[in-house]
């Protein structure tokens, strides 16, 4: 399976600051995908990127709040704007592979948000 | 939105017991997979299954797709203390391209 890294690994936000999260995959895929695990909680599907085309969102999801990007089939950035204590989460990006149709995930950006 | 109920929410096992937890679900996947999630980690893929009816087993881990496409089960023989952490089902309706529907998790504690 293709290796995921994810930048950062953690951060710690002040409110109403915005932060970048990096997804790099070391082999091309067919899909990225970006999901919230809140503090204790199940993953949930925040968007799927799509490569030179504006991202799909997932309903109580918007662009403008989560504008993601995706300029190639190895990279994609998700940011968190004008944050809030509640966007303290996890955030995950997963991948499917151009041979398969199975996800796998990246480690993770740990945000805490003050 | 469509919803998995995943169960139990956490076990308290001896080591060296079996272990069986189940995802249902009021509507149709078709592919169920079973991830696991260790703190400070991403989920790590443990058993991708395809086709209704299918079992599919991991060294100790066993799951399988109900035959009505709406629950799967997974079952961990001879629990070891590497076992612990929390463990997912997850289903997807169409083929790659669409992204993830989670259960709540079921976490695995074993008692020494």
Known sequence: SAVISQKPSRDICQRGTSLTIQCQVDSQVTMMFWYRQQPGQSLTLIATANQGSEATYESGFVIDKFPISRPNLTFSTLTVSNMSPEDSSIYLCSVTGQSTDTQYFGPGTRLTVL | GQQLNQSPQSMFIQEGEDVSMNCTSSSIFNTWLWYKQDPGEG????????????????????????????????????????????????GQVGGGADGLTFGKGTHLIIQP
């Open chain 2, 43 to 90: 989920p790590v893929l443990l058993i991708a299954l395809y086709k209704a009816g299918e079992l599919t087993s991991n060294g100790r881990l066993t799951a399988q797709f109900g035959i009505t496409r709406k629950d799967s089960f997974l079952n961990i023989s001879a629990s070891i203390p590497s076992d612990v952490g929390i463990y997912f089902c997850a």
